[in-house]
């Protein structure tokens, strides 16, 4: 089987030769990988299933070296801390519940058709995946803030409406134009979750996000393409939701938060589970040994009739020791 073979049967729930794998690197965890292997390109030997074209907004620093950048919505963040890869933002670009005398940023067509394009070109036999980071309540909490927006759930439920629409609207022309690539299947990444349950709530969630995020699966799902889904934490109250709107695909599975195998057996018909292995308790704490362990009975967990792509829960962070990674990428790449 090719990579991409094996991703598309896994999504079809049917068992494959080897279990498919993908892992991310921060940059932190990346250049520790580097140092141990003496490979400022060890991302190469990954052995990854999945090449993608993410649009996040498109950050752009404001001054060589700063640490601070800002994206096409007037967002800033600040990297100076110890998330290099994200950052924080400073300030607030809309500070009342209003979009009056703010405009939503003109879409880059060029650049993103040269993302696309570069996707194709390069992408070998790997599955080939479109991805919007930020695509729903995140874009709205990062213009907002966080508090703020889920004050406004409550206190502007109009003004909500308004700023969602907007951003879906936004996001839809950026699906029109991947759609018109031949890539596999449309990623959507967007937190919902926290260590218990909804951020926002179930309810909250259910009037403000699933409608939009419906109409974004219907554009993917209409054009013959696969869905997949990004949110940390607990959603369980709402993965039945996320199936009846069309979802296939699962990311990130949380082991502290989901028992592995009661949810293979509820959701294993329906959704492919993406992640599984923890980066809160296993990566940066175990063994080698350990960690091979975990990987290989993730794997034998999850895999029965296919429906699991094998991966961290999340971009492996700085604390994760390069053995600890090197340990993972043999699990995975050193299947019978």
Not at 238 to 249: N, R, T
């Amino acid at each position: 089987m090719t990579l991409r073979e094996r991703v598309i049967e896994a999504v079809k729930h049917h068992e494959t030769d080897k279990v498919p794998h993908q892992i991310h690197l921060t940059h932190q965890a990346h250049d520790r990988l580097a140092e141990y292997w003496d490979d400022p390109k060890c991302e190469k030997r990954l052995g990854n299933h999945i090449e993608g074209a993410y649009y996040d907004g498109y950050l752009e620093e404001t001054a060589p070296g700063s640490g601070y950048w800002r994206d096409h919505f007037g967002v800033l963040w600040n990297r100076n801390g110890a998330d290099k890869d994200i950052g924080v933002i400073e300030g607030q670009v809309l500070p009342e519940p209003t979009l009056a005398g703010y405009k939503f940023p003109e879409l880059d067509v060029p650049r993103l058709r040269s993302e696309y394009e570069s996707l194709i070109k390069n992408a070998g036999d790997k599955c080939r995946m479109g991805a919007i980071g930020f695509s729903m309540y995140e874009r709205g909490w990062t213009l907002r803030g966080m508090e703020n927006l889920l004050m406004d759930m409550l206190a502007e439920p109009n003004f909500v409406d308004e700023l969602l629409d907007a951003v879906c609207e936004h996001n839809l022309k950026i699906i029109d134009i991947a759609l018109e690539y031949p890539i596999d299947f449309f990623h959507f990444g967007d937190d919902w979750g926290q260590q218990k349950g909804l951020i926002m709530g179930p309810s909250h969630w259910r009037r403000f996000i699933k409608p939009l995020v419906a109409r974004m699966y219907q554009r993917v799902l209409d054009s013959g393409r696969f869905v997949s889904q990004h949110s940390c934490g607990d959603i369980h109250e709402i993965l039945p939701d996320l199936i009846d709107i069309g979802l296939s695909v699962y990311q990130t599975f949380q082991p502290e938060i989901y028992d592995v195998r009661s949810a293979k057996r509820e959701y294993g018909k329906h959704l492919t589970f993406w992640g599984g292995i923890s980066t809160q308790r296993v990566l940066p704490y175990a063994t080698p040994d350990e960690v091979k362990q975990v990987a290989q009975e993730m794997m034998k967990i999850m895999s029965v009739s296919g429906g699991y792509i094998a991966a961290p829960t999340h971009d492996i962070p700085a604390d994760v020791p390069a053995e600890n990674i090197v340990a993972l990428i043999e699990a995975f790449n050193e299947q019978s």
